[in-house]
Each structure stands twice: as structure tokens, then as C-alpha cells.
């Protein structure tokens, strides 16, 4: 019968805790989502009051713009990565990132455990670093034995393919904002081309325009309200991924050299925020 994972006290409190309990994230990106929302939100009110909202809609414009802009990015990458991209996205806009302090935490009580009980100990605890597969491939580094400077070194390869993949995504998203603008400004030639052709037909002259002028509106809007800020958001997210991924490894390859947890604190608060530093283990 499998034993149950024993209860640790957590850094700076009095709450006991299971060892491996789940990293708290942010939650859903409220100044995103925020930002998205109002941004349109204002957009649609300025068109509302000048005039007739579905003027601004034109089905010849949407697919120059959207259609085109997915179809010459996808010339750059492949598709696999457009569709990463795509999903990495949404998850920048609606997941939150894991917080740190709680990160630090984790690993302290990770270090009490196998302070108290030997490095084998922390076996029992992989089961329960599911969400979490960055420190559960550190730690199960450590408890196969590997020497310290394995760990780090494996998991450093580990980390550079994260952010390779991530810096992969934001480049996707840098394209498309390039590539919005100047699908606009083709369908604006397509729009005058059509207008100039048909001037003796005064009835042609105004869908002709809508396409000249609405392809440049939905392709400024993608690049500068969609596209460029997921890519800088996407860009913080990974940052923010990186600095809780050093702590784990830091924290495993402490273990790794069964240093006292006091130390492990100390490491620990090194490449901590301030805000985020933790107090006493007592």
C-alpha cells in the first residue's frame, strides 16, 4: 500500500501542507483581456456613432486580409508551427504564468522532505508533480542518481528548448503583424484598380472603395492590436516560465548535493523578485 506523501510545513508559516501541492497561477490575464476588449470596444462605439457599424464589414476585405496574412506567414514556418502558435496564444491571453514565490516553496519543502527522510523519499512526490513536468524530470534526475552537474546541465538543454520553441511562436505572431499591413495595402491597390476599371459605372464605384479602404483598417487593426502585443506578451510569459524553471533547477541540484535548506533559501532568493523573497524556514 502505497504510503501517503507526509505533511511539511511551508517556508514562513505554520500551515502543513502536502509536499507537492500544486504551483498557484496568475489566472486569466485580466490586462489583456481588458485590453483587447476595450480596444474594440472603442473601435466599434467610434463607427457606431459616426455611422453605420456594418459599413465596416466587407467580405472581399476580411478574406484579402485574414486569408492572405495566414497563407504568406505560413510560407515562412510550417504548419505545425503556425498551429503552436496559434494555440500559444490563446494561452497567453486566457492562462495565467506560475508564481514564482509559490515555486520556491515547493522546492524548499521538496528539500525538508529529502533532508528528513534521504533523497529516495522525494520518489513518492513524482506522482504528484504531474502539473508541473519541468521539476518532475529535475527531480527525478536526482532521485536516479545523477550527479548534480547532470541535472543542471540536461535541464539547461530542457530550458533552451522551451524557449526556443516559444521565441519560435512570438517570431510567428512578429511576421503576421508585418505581413497584416501589407496585405491591407495590396487589397487597397486590388480596391482602386477595381474603382479606376469601373468608373463609368458609378454603383461599382463604392464597393470598390470599401475594399480600397477597408483592407488597410482590418490590417492595421490585426498588426497593432492583435498580433504585435500577443507577440510581447508571449515574450513575458516566457520570461516569467524561465525564472520558475531556474529555481527548480537550482533547487533539484541542491538537493542533489544534499545541502541544508537554509542554503537552498538562500539560492533561492538570489534570482527572486524582492516581493517575491522568502523568509525564514522556521
Known amino acids: 500500500m502505497t504510503e501517503p506523501a507526509p505533511k511539511l510545513k511551508v517556508a514562513g508559516g505554520n500551515r502543513a501542507v502536502g ?3 500544486p504551483v498557484q497561477r496568475s489566472g486569466p490575464d485580466l490586462a489583456g483581456v481588458l485590453g483587447l476588449g476595450v480596444g474594440f470596444a472603442v473601435i466599434l462605439i467610434a463607427a457606431a456613432v459616426g455611422g453605420a457599424p456594418s459599413a465596416f464589414i466587407d467580405l ?7 486569408g492572405g496574412t495566414f497563407a504568406v506567414t505560413t510560407i515562412s514556418y510550417s504548419l505545425p508551427e503556425i498551429w503552436r502558435a496559434q494555440r500559444l496564444m490563446l494561452v497567453a491571453l ?3 504564468t506560475p508564481d514564482s514565490g509559490d515555486a520556491a516553496r ?6 525538508r522532505l529529502a533532508r528528513n527522510e534521504g533523497v529516495l523519499a522525494l520518489e513518492r512526490q513524482l506522482a504528484q508533480l504531474r502539473d508541473a513536468p519541468f521539476l ?3 527531480i527525478g534526475l536526482v532521485v536516479d542518481g545523477a550527479a ?3 541535472v543542471e546541465s540536461v535541464m539547461a538543454q530542457e530550458q533552451a ?3 526556443g520553441r516559444h521565441a519560435k511562436s512570438a517570431s510567428i505572431l512578429r511576421k503576421a503583424a508585418e505581413v497584416a499591413p501589407a496585405m491591407g495595402l495590396i487589397g487597397t491597390l486590388v480596391g482602386l484598380v477595381q474603382m479606376l476599371g469601373q468608373l463609368d459605372n458609378p454603383s461599382a464605384i463604392g464597393p470598390a472603395m470599401a475594399v480600397a479602404l477597408l483592407t488597410t483598417f482590418y490590417g492595421a487593426v490585426l498588426a497593432n492590436m492583435v498580433f504585435a502585443p500577443l507577440a510581447s506578451k508571449l515574450d513575458r510569459n516566457s520570461a516569467e516560465e524561465a525564472l520558475v524553471n531556474r529555481l527548480y533547477v537550482i533547487g533539484a541540484s541542491a538537493i542533489g548535493r544534499q545541502e541544508n535548506p537554509t542554503r537552498i533559501e538562500m539560492l533561492l532568493n538570489t534570482v527572486l523578485p524582492p516581493e517575491k523573497r522568502l523568509g525564514s524556514l522556521d
Open 60 to 66: 472581399p476585405s476580411i478574406l484579402i486580409v485574414f
Open 94 to 96: 486566457f492562462s495565467g
Open 19 to 21: 509536499v507537492a501541492a
Open 161 to 163: 528548448a522551451i524557449q
Open 106 to 111: 515547493r522546492m524548499l519543502d521538496l528539500a
Open 136 to 138: 518532475r524530470r529535475a
Open 148 to 150: 548534480p552537474e547532470d
